[in-house]
C-alpha cells in the first residue's frame, strides 16, 4: 500500500507561482512513476504531468508545458511541481498520484494510475 499527502496548495495571484509537495509513504516508491492530475469544479479529472520513476523522463500536458516543473526526490519519497505563470485556469484540486510500475503511459487517465492522495486546493484569482 502506498499513502499519498499533498501538500503546498492555497490562494496566489495570477501571474504568481506555487509549489506543490506529495509526500509519499512505503518502500516502493522509487520504483513507481508518479503523476499530477487536477479537477476544476464541474468537470473531469485532468492530466498534468508524469515523472518516470528515476526521474529522468516527464511528460506535460500542452497547458501546462513551460510552465510547469515536476521533480522527485527518492530519498526524501516526495514528488514535487513547481506552478509558475499561474493562470486563473489552473485554478482546481490537484491530485498526486503513483503507478504500480516505474513508466508512465502517454495520454494516461485517472484508470493507469492505482494510488491516489485526498488533493489540495490550488486558487488563482485574476
Known amino acids: 500500500q502506498v499513502q499519498l499527502v499533498e501538500s503546498g496548495g492555497g490562494l496566489v495571484q495570477a501571474g504568481g507561482s506555487l509549489r506543490l509537495s506529495c509526500a509519499a509513504s512505503g518502500r516502493t516508491f522509487r520504483r513507481s512513476a508518479m503523476g499530477w492530475f487536477r479537477q476544476a469544479p464541474g468537470k473531469e479529472r485532468e492530466f498534468v504531468v508524469a515523472?518516470?520513476?528515476?526521474?529522468?523522463?516527464?511528460d506535460y500536458a500542452g497547458s501546462v508545458k513551460g510552465r510547469f516543473t515536476i521533480s522527485r526526490d527518492n530519498a526524501k519519497n516526495t514528488v514535487y511541481l513547481q506552478m509558475n505563470s499561474l493562470k486563473s485556469e489552473d485554478t482546481a484540486v490537484y491530485y498526486c498520484?503513483?503507478?504500480?510500475?516505474?513508466?508512465?503511459?502517454?495520454?494516461?487517465?485517472?484508470?493507469?494510475?492505482?494510488?491516489w492522495g485526498q488533493g489540495t486546493q490550488v486558487t488563482v484569482s485574476s
Open positions: 498520484a503513483a503507478r504500480t510500475t516505474g513508466w508512465y503511459p502517454t495520454n494516461p487517465g485517472t484508470k493507469d494510475y492505482t494510488y
Open positions: 515523472i518516470s520513476s528515476s526521474g529522468s523522463n516527464t
